[in-house]
């Protein structure tokens, strides 16, 4: 495949992939696994949080996605401050730069129009907006390729979140609340799809022909510290998060079930030592997952599955094992209703043990019928991201002989390493 200038299209990726967080590495591959197959002689690069492991792991270029090293880290002194401060100009040029090199941007999955867990303004949405006005400006296509959105209370974040959604050239969503979201928002939606998240695309690891059964009980955990909006109230509500997470565990290992603890970010480490530390049981072990590949494997032979993080869900999910969600946002619950257990949500916020010790009991009980449920839903997921990776070849990639032409949405695209 060529662009039309007749050499291989040049196509950028941008995101915070490679930072410890699985559920975007994960959206990344999927993405990298699409290109490769459709537009093998595509020239990829990424512009990320963690490029050493980007390249390492997926083998093309990658650059810092903030000139400032300790973008993430609170700015106390006056030396931090002014570098954060000095970052912002840095990092306006180097994105511009950056975009200017390609054809196609491509932001895969992620949270990325969501203030589900607190964040900042002038931190990633800051970095997206720049994205996408320099993609408007040089006529560079940016795709929001089967992002997540919420409302947002934070008027700042708010204003930077709907622009870079109206200056990209292409956006579809990973479930209805997304979209509706925006469009609550004033983005203009009526061209945008919905598609099931691009974890969904990824292979599902092969299972044992005769796994051990019973298998463990798959708790996957989570530094949960509530929305953006809940800043004042963080501590409390991690704290009711970790003992009741606790009880539930507790009551587990007293029953004689043996329970893995998973997690999807480097941050939850600490909530599966504070978890391990409590029980205090031989029966709590817990998996080093690298890859959302290691964390369907883990939950594939799991007799069940109660997890927090959202990609937690969607590998156990698409493994196919019987899943209830401690739900903290909207999107685990559009999650679960779509692959037909929208019965099996907790508030990750208001943990009930002995509640939730009753839906586990249900959920076990009819697991065999859930199991049939979800291999049926796994497989429309699969046909509906073929279409979705069909309408990217037709929109952004126009000069491909192989896609057939078709009008393009309200939308916008790139490639290459910045010094």
């Not at 492991?53 to 270029?61: C, D, E």
């Not at 950056?98 to 990633?124: C, S």
């Not at 249900?362 to 509906?384: D, G, K, P």
Request: charged share 20%; hydrophobic share 45%.
């Amino acid at each position: 495949m060529t662009s039309a200038a007749g050499r291989p299209p040049r196509v950028g990726v941008f995101g915070l992939l490679g930072s410890g967080n699985l559920g975007n590495d994960g959206s990344l591959e999927a993405v990298l696994g699409y290109l490769r197959a459709e537009h093998p002689g595509a020239v990829v690069d990424a512009l990320c949080g963690g490029p050493e492991t980007v390249t390492a792991r997926y083998g093309i270029p990658a650059a810092r996605l903030h000139w400032y090293r300790g973008e993430y880290r609170t700015a106390s002194r006056a030396g931090a401050v002014a570098g954060k401060g000095l970052g912002k100009l840095v990092d306006a040029v180097r994105t511009a730069v950056w975009v200017r090199r390609h054809d196609v941007v491509i932001v895969p999955g992620m949270g990325v129009l969501e203030a589900t867990l607190p964040l900042r303004p002038w931190g990633f949405p800051y970095a997206l907006f720049l994205l996408c006005a320099a993609g408007r400006l040089f006529g560079t296509r940016v795709a929001l390729v089967g992002v997540g959105a919420s409302a947002i209370g934070n008027r700042l974040t708010r204003a930077l979140v709907r622009w870079s959604a109206r200056l990209a050239a292409y956006r579809s969503y990973r479930d209805a609340p997304s979209r509706d979201a925006m469009r609550a928002m004033g983005v203009e939606t009526a061209r945008d799809e919905i598609y099931p998240d691009l974890a969904f695309a990824l292979p599902t690891p092969p299972v044992s022909a005769s796994p051990a059964r019973p298998g463990p009980v798959c708790v996957g955990v989570m530094a949960f510290h509530g929305s953006d909006d809940d800043r004042p109230r963080a501590e409390e509500i991690h704290r009711r998060y970790l003992e009741g997470t606790i009880r539930f565990v507790r009551a587990l290992t007293e029953a004689g079930r043996p329970v893995r603890l998973l997690t999807g970010d480097a941050v939850d480490q600490p909530v599966v030592t504070a978890i391990r530390d409590a029980v205090d049981s031989p029966l709590v072990t817990s998996a080093e997952a690298g890859s959302l590949a290691d964390l369907m494997r883990e939950t594939a032979a799991a007799e069940a599955v109660v997890a927090t993080r959202y990609h937690n869900l969607v590998c156990a999910l698409k493994a196919g094992t019987p899943t209830l969600a401690l739900s903290y946002a909207v999107k685990s619950d559009a999650l679960m209703e779509r692959m037909g257990l929208g019965a099996y949500c907790h508030p990750a916020r208001d943990i009930d043990a002995g509640r939730l010790l009753e839906q586990f009991q249900e959920l076990e009980q009819r697991s065999a019928q859930l199991r049939r449920t979800l291999a049926e839903r796994n497989l429309a997921a699969a046909r509906r991201l073929e279409e979705q990776f069909s309408a990217l070849n037709a929109i952004l990639f126009p000069a491909d002989p192989a896609a057939p032409a078709v009008p393009a949405a309200d939308h916008t695209h790139a490639q290459q390493e910045v010094s």
